[in-house]
């Protein structure tokens, strides 16, 4: 065995017994599931941001990311202002859930659900839809995990053990310290998340030679007629978005011609992303905060400045000086490529495994920075603790206590949840290991689940016209037709359906939600009732009592709403054809306004001036600010 092995069992252990000391350490403080699942609805700023922020890009913008980029070239990495759009579902939705969830004592999205329609089905299906999301996502995290260390150990520790290792110490200190050991790790996790990508990133930018020849190599593939290099007209698939949408076969990439993210492809999957948002997880971790003025803050800096800056300069070039640096086998064959010290066959196939071997390139130099990008790799995996957490509170409250032993109260429902976490570990690691790699197909199933619930928040927060029978059925065709338009239909259904995953260039997360949305707003419209209206009622009043009634507010509304659909059509929507030339041809290095290709510099602008639209929404027009009145939050257990 080498010196770096033994470095990296070194920083594991240390790493290992921190987080389990600190699960050990909080288990006495547990006195209900409301400090158990929520801390007692006291979660601070210092800690709210960092667990916000790192349960939601976790290991996609560490590993995934950049895999996808250098899969996909600049079309895909547009995807990066996914940092803008994420902001803006929290914007529409958090802080209203978060006053409900605080005047009424929920601790689940489908208590709260259920209670405003007064519906078990609801109940039933907002759980499907949590658990449809977090085990496949929490899988999706475990085969990185697997991946991860089968390639930094060559082999030593396999894919399933690596899986099991990470699972089985989550699961430890989430049993022993519930959110209060998150707490700790999480805010841990996320500095070390940030770090690792920006070392990973600088260390990437040092292997293709810099800024400049980074550059300059990008230009000499801009005219390759190969693969997803296919050069039609002024544009070439790695560098420019070709077109808008695509009436192609995804599962065969020579059907596609110059490459499937049209800026229909990427405006959905940046819709698909914003799943994780709308995610009942993550609506229920926002309960756990003190303070709804902590999500403005969370907004615009966290996640729109500091992961914006990191995807867009630092994902982005991880991605693409991949390309360079021998992991593509057409590039290499072209002569077009600066090195040779990334493995052949990594494109395409195996695409995923970029950053593991870069932080094995970095073990070849210093064993100490190796084992330092190895734990922050892992800590981007555990990021997802919170997941397990908030997945074992829905379904012991909503399923186990609704359903079966209604007086499951405190220890008991403690206990239960204790239980849950570990079925959904085992779960999630029989997943992963069953799905044979599918990593990609296990995240993009995940959010488009996820996105099934936009009907029943957009009925919770602002339209209470939809009927329980609406939203229900809504839902349930949502995911039938996500199931229909993903990979795993193909795999289900077999030759039934005549398309490919993602028809279009639309991802499978859009047509469930239009299915959804379409289905709901139909039901709706024939099963109005009075009572059913008369009980949305007091919801809807008092949100409405609890806004800030500013005149400023009031008098933005119609500035905000062009804002927003100004920058979504430029941005990432039709009109983000438009840079692919603006700032230079394509094909034409020497038209590159800043050096760089059109698109990456288009996708700059429009994350600076997202920025500012997050901004406004959240702050200016007090869409994520403190409310004027308090609310006396509830801290005992929900009962009807």
């Known amino acids: 065995?080498?010196?770096?092995?033994?470095?990296?069992?070194?920083?594991?252990?240390?790493?290992?017994?921190?987080?389990?000391?600190?699960?050990?350490?909080n288990q006495k403080k547990i006195v209900t599931p409301v400090d158990f699942f929520l801390f007692g609805r006291q979660l601070p700023g210092w800690s709210f941001f960092p667990i916000i922020t790192s349960t939601i890009f976790s290991g996609w913008i560490f590993f995934l990311q950049p895999s996808l980029t250098f899969l996909n070239g600049l079309p895909f990495a547009s995807t990066s202002l996914f940092v803008i759009a994420i902001p803006l579902i929290g914007i529409l939705f958090s802080k209203k859930q978060w006053q409900l969830s605080r005047k009424f004592g929920y601790v689940t999205p489908a208590e709260m659900i259920s209670d405003y329609f007064k519906s078990d089905i609801?109940?039933?299906?907002i759980v499907v839809i949590a658990l449809g999301f977090s085990i496949p996502f929490i899988a999706m995290n475990l085969s990185l995990g697997g991946m991860l260390f089968s390639i930094i150990t060559d082999n030593i520790i396999g894919f399933a053990s690596g899986a099991i290792l990470i699972g089985a110490v989550i699961t430890t200190y989430l049993c022993t310290g519930g959110i209060k050991s998150i707490i700790y790790i999480d805010s841990i996790q996320f500095l070390l998340i940030v770090f690792a990508v920006l070392c990973i990133g600088?260390?990437?930018?040092?292997?293709?030679?810099?800024?400049?020849?980074?550059?300059?190599?990008?230009?000499?593939?801009?005219?390759?007629?190969?693969?997803?290099?296919?050069?039609?007209?002024?544009?070439?698939?790695?560098?420019?978005?070709?077109?808008?949408?695509?009436?192609?076969?995804?599962?065969?990439?020579?059907?596609?011609?110059?490459?499937?993210?049209?800026?229909?492809?990427?405006?959905?999957?940046?819709?698909?992303?914003?799943?994780?948002?709308?995610?009942?997880?993550?609506?229920?971790?926002?309960?756990?905060?003190?303070?709804?003025?902590?999500?403005?803050?969370?907004?615009?800096?966290?996640?729109?400045?500091l992961i914006g800056f990191i995807v867009i300069f630092f994902t982005t070039a991880i991605g693409i000086g991949s390309t360079l640096l021998g992991g593509n086998?057409?590039?290499?064959?072209?002569?077009?490529?600066?090195?040779?010290?990334?493995?052949?066959?990594?494109?395409?196939?195996?695409?995923?495994?970029?950053?593991?071997?870069?932080?094995?390139?970095?073990?070849?130099?210093?064993?100490?920075?190796?084992?330092?990008l190895a734990i922050c790799a892992i800590a981007s995996i555990q990021s997802t603790s919170s997941l397990y957490l908030t997945s074992s509170a829905?379904?012991?409250?909503?399923?186990?206590?609704?359903?079966?032993?209604?007086?499951?109260?405190?220890?008991?429902?403690?206990?239960?949840?204790?239980?849950?976490?570990?079925?959904?570990?085992?779960?999630?690691?029989?997943?992963?290991?069953?799905?044979?790699?599918?990593?990609?197909?296990?995240?993009?199933?995940?959010?488009?689940?996820?996105?099934?619930?936009?009907?029943?928040?957009?009925?919770?927060?602002?339209?209470?016209?939809?009927?329980?029978?609406?939203?229900?059925?809504?839902?349930?065709?949502?995911?039938?037709?996500?199931?229909?338009?993903?990979?795993?239909?193909q795999v289900l259904f077999g030759n039934f359906v005549f398309w490919s995953k993602w028809p279009?260039?639309?991802?499978?997360?859009?047509?469930?939600?239009?299915?959804?949305?379409?289905?709901?707003?139909?039901?709706?419209?024939?099963?109005?009732?009075?009572?059913?209206?008369?009980?949305?009622?007091?919801?809807?009043?008092?949100?409405n009592e609890n806004k800030n009634y500013s005149l400023t507010r009031r008098s933005l509304k119609p500035s905000a709403w062009i804002i927003f659909a100004t920058w979504t059509f430029f941005a990432v929507g039709p009109g983000l054809l438009i840079g692919n030339e603006l700032f230079g041809k394509p094909l034409n290095v020497?038209?590159?306004?800043?050096?760089?290709?059109?698109?990456?510099?288009w996708n700059i602008l429009f994350w600076v001036l997202g920025i500012l639209m997050v901004w406004f929404l959240a702050i200016k027009m007090e869409?994520?600010?403190?409310?004027?009145?308090?609310?006396?939050p509830y801290s005992d257990d929900f009962s009807n």
């Open 329 to 372: 086998n057409f590039v290499n064959e072209s002569g077009n490529n600066i090195s040779n010290i990334l493995p052949p066959n990594i494109y395409p196939d195996n695409a995923v495994s970029i950053v593991p071997h870069i932080i094995n390139l970095v073990g070849e130099y210093s064993f100490f920075f190796f084992g330092i």
């Open 1 to 25: 065995m080498s010196g770096q092995f033994y470095t990296l069992v070194t920083f594991l252990v240390l790493y290992w017994f921190f987080c389990l000391y600190v699960g050990f350490k």
């Open 202 to 305: 600088f260390v990437t930018y040092d292997l293709v030679g810099g800024w400049s020849l980074l550059n300059e190599s990008l230009s000499r593939i801009s005219s390759l007629k190969m693969n997803l290099f296919n050069t039609q007209e002024s544009y070439n698939a790695y560098l420019s978005v070709p077109g808008t949408i695509k009436a192609v076969n995804i599962v065969n990439e020579n059907l596609s011609y110059n490459g499937i993210w049209t800026s229909g492809m990427i405006l959905t999957f940046i819709f698909a992303l914003t799943g994780i948002q709308m995610s009942p997880n993550i609506s229920m971790l926002t309960f756990a905060s003190k303070d709804s003025g902590y999500f403005g803050t969370q907004q615009v800096w966290f996640s729109g400045f």
């Open 122 to 125: 609801l109940r039933i299906l």
């Open 504 to 543: 279009l260039t639309i991802h499978s997360s859009v047509w469930g939600m239009l299915a959804s949305l379409i289905g709901s707003v139909v039901i709706s419209f024939i099963t109005q009732d009075m009572k059913e209206t008369k009980n949305k009622k007091k919801f809807h009043d008092f949100i």
């Open 623 to 632: 869409m994520s600010t403190s409310m004027e009145k308090n609310i006396s």
């Open 590 to 601: 020497e038209s590159w306004s800043f050096g760089i290709p059109s698109i990456w510099v």
């Open 394 to 489: 829905i379904v012991t409250r909503d399923i186990i206590k609704r359903f079966f032993v209604k007086n499951l109260i405190n220890q008991k429902q403690v206990f239960c949840s204790k239980i849950v976490i570990m079925s959904i570990f085992l779960i999630s690691l029989i997943l992963s290991i069953l799905s044979n790699g599918k990593i990609i197909d296990l995240g993009s199933f995940a959010l488009a689940i996820a996105c099934q619930m936009f009907v029943p928040l957009i009925a919770l927060c602002y339209f209470p016209w939809f009927t329980k029978q609406g939203v229900s059925f809504g839902i349930f065709i949502g995911i039938i037709t996500v199931f229909l338009t993903e990979s795993i239909g």
